[in-house]
C-alpha cells in the first residue's frame, strides 16, 4: 500500500523515512531483532513525521522520548484514544471499550472492569495460570528434547487463560489463535474476515450469557451496570472485542521474546534458574528490552509540541519499543541488564489508559519463566533453525525452535 501524501502543514525537514512496519529489521527476519533496529531513531531528533507507520499506510507524528510520550499519554484533553481500530476494518465506527474511550467515559467503564483484573483477582486466578503452564511443559518434556515454543508452550499457555476468563472450553484454542492470527498479522481480506468471525462470536457469546449466566467475564459484562443502566449490545461488543485482541497476542508475543533472549544468552539462563527470586525483576527487564506495542493518539486540536506543529486530526505515535530505548530515561537502553533497578519502564503504557491487564500478563509471564526454567534444563535456539521476529502495530515471533538435548 501506498503511503497517503504528507501533509502541507508537516514541514519537509521534520519528515524522517522511518516506519515500523517497512523499515529495516522491522520485516519478518530470521534472527531479527527489530526492537534494536528501532533503537537507532534516537540518533535523530525527538519528534519526527513518519509517512508510513500504520497498518493503512497513514502517516504519524513519533514520539521517541519517555517524558514525551508520557505528556501525550496523560493528556486526554489533547490527545483521543479514539481511532476505531477493530471496527475500521469492517468499515464501522464503534470503539474497543474502554482502550478507545476518551474521559469522562472512559472512567467509568474502566472502574467497573477494574476489579475483573486487579491484583487481588490475579491472586485468585494464580494457582489455575500456573496449573497450565505446568501442564503444557510436562507434555512438552514427555514428547521429546525440543519444540516451537511460541505453538507448543507461549500462545496455548496465554490464549487458555484468556479462554478460562471468557468461560470457554480449551477444545476451541485453535480455533481461536487462528483468529487472532489473521487478525493481527494477515492480510487485509483475511483481517477483514477474522474481524467479522470476532464480532460474530461475541455477540453470539453475549446472547448465550444472558439466556444463560455462568462464573465468567462475559456474564458479568451482560449483567453490568453502567450509571444504572444496562450496557447497550454494541458496548458489550466492545469490552468483549477487547478482550479477544487484548489476550490474542501480546502477552505471548513477550514471553517468546523472553525464551529467545534466555536460550542465546546461557549464564543469564542458568543464573535465574538457581535464584528463582530473580525472575521477577528480570522479567520486568525483559519487558522494557521488548515491549510489543505501538500505541497511536489522535490530536483533538491544533497544538505545537516540541516544535512540531500537530494539527487536528493527525496520528500521534507512542511506540512502546522506541521509549524503552530512550538514552534520557536508561543507562546503556540497549544493554539488557536483568539485574537493572529502577525500571520505569513503558511497556504497559502511561496516564488513564495504562495497561488494565498489566498485573495479569505480568504473573503470566513470570509464571512461564519460572515454571519454563524449573523443568526445562539448559535450552539454545537449535542448530539449522532461526527464529523469525518482525515489527509492525505488534512487535512478535515466531519460528522459536528450542532444542536441549
Not at 246 to 266: I, S
Request: hydrophobic letters at 40%; charged letters at 25%.
Amino acid at each position: 500500500m501506498a503511503p497517503n501524501p504528507v501533509p502541507d502543514h508537516v514541514p519537509p525537514e521534520m519528515v524522517r523515512d522511518f516506519s515500523l512496519f517497512t523499515s529495516p529489521g522491522m520485516l519478518p527476519t530470521p534472527n531479527g531483532d527489530p526492537h534494536a533496529a528501532v533503537a537507532c531513531v534516537h540518533e535523530g531528533p525527538p519528534i519526527f513525521y513518519s509517512p508510513y507507520n500504520t497498518r493503512d499506510g497513514q502517516g504519524t507524528w513519533v514520539i521517541t522520548r519517555a517524558k514525551d510520550q508520557r505528556r501525550v499519554l496523560q493528556d486526554a484533553e489533547t490527545f483521543s484514544s479514539h481511532r476505531s481500530i477493530f471496527a475500521s476494518a469492517l468499515g464501522e465506527n464503534w470503539p474497543m471499550i474502554p482502550l478507545e474511550l476518551d474521559p469522562p467515559a472512559h472512567g467509568v467503564f474502566r472502574s467497573l472492569l477494574s476489579p475483573l483484573l486487579s491484583p487481588k483477582r490475579v491472586l485468585v486466578l494464580e494457582p489455575a495460570v500456573r496449573e497450565r503452564a505446568i501442564a503444557l511443559i510436562k507434555r512438552i518434556v514427555a514428547s521429546g528434547r525440543s519444540c516451537d515454543v511460541m505453538k507448543d508452550f507461549a500462545v496455548p499457555f496465554t490464549v487458555s487463560i484468556f479462554l478460562s476468563f471468557l468461560g470457554l472450553p480449551d477444545h476451541r484454542l485453535d480455533t481461536f489463535v487462528a483468529w487472532g492470527k489473521d487478525l493481527l498479522h494477515g492480510d487485509d481480506e483475511k483481517r477483514q474476515v477474522a474481524a467479522r468471525t470476532i464480532v460474530a462470536f461475541i455477540d453470539e457469546l453475549a446472547a448465550v450469557r444472558r439466556k444463560e449466566p455462568a462464573d465468567d467475564f462475559m456474564t458479568f459484562v451482560v449483567q453490568a451496570k453502567v450509571e444504572g443502566r444496562p450496557l447497550t449490545h454494541e458496548q458489550v461488543r466492545g469490552v468483549g472485542v477487547l478482550l479477544f485482541v487484548a489476550g490474542a497476542d501480546t502477552v505471548a508475543a513477550a514471553l517468546g521474546f523472553d525464551l529467545a533472549y534466555l536460550a542465546r544468552n546461557l549464564k543469564e539462563q542458568e543464573w535465574l534458574r538457581s535464584e528463582p527470586d530473580r525472575i521477577a525483576p528480570a522479567a520486568e527487564e525483559l519487558l522494557r528490552a521488548y515491549p510489543t506495542v505501538q500505541i497511536i493518539r489522535v490530536a483533538k486540536k491544533d497544538i505545537d509540541f516540541e516544535g512540531a506543529p500537530i494539527r487536528k486530526g493527525d496520528y500521534v505515535s507512542c511506540a512502546t519499543m522506541i521509549a524503552n530505548r530512550d538514552p534520557t530515561e536508561f543507562e546503556r537502553p540497549n544493554t539488557i541488564d536483568l539485574a537493572r533497578q529502577e525500571n520505569r519502564h513503558a511497556a504497559f503504557g502511561y496516564g488513564p489508559h495504562r495497561c488494565l491487564g498489566s498485573h495479569l500478563a505480568r504473573r503470566e509471564i513470570v509464571i512461564g519463566l519460572e515454571e519454563w526454567l524449573s523443568r526445562i534444563p539448559a535450552f539454545r535456539i537449535k542448530e539449522s533453525t532461526a527464529p523469525i521476529a518482525h515489527g509492525g502495530h505488534l512487535f512478535g515471533i515466531e519460528n522459536l525452535i528450542l532444542d536441549w538435548s
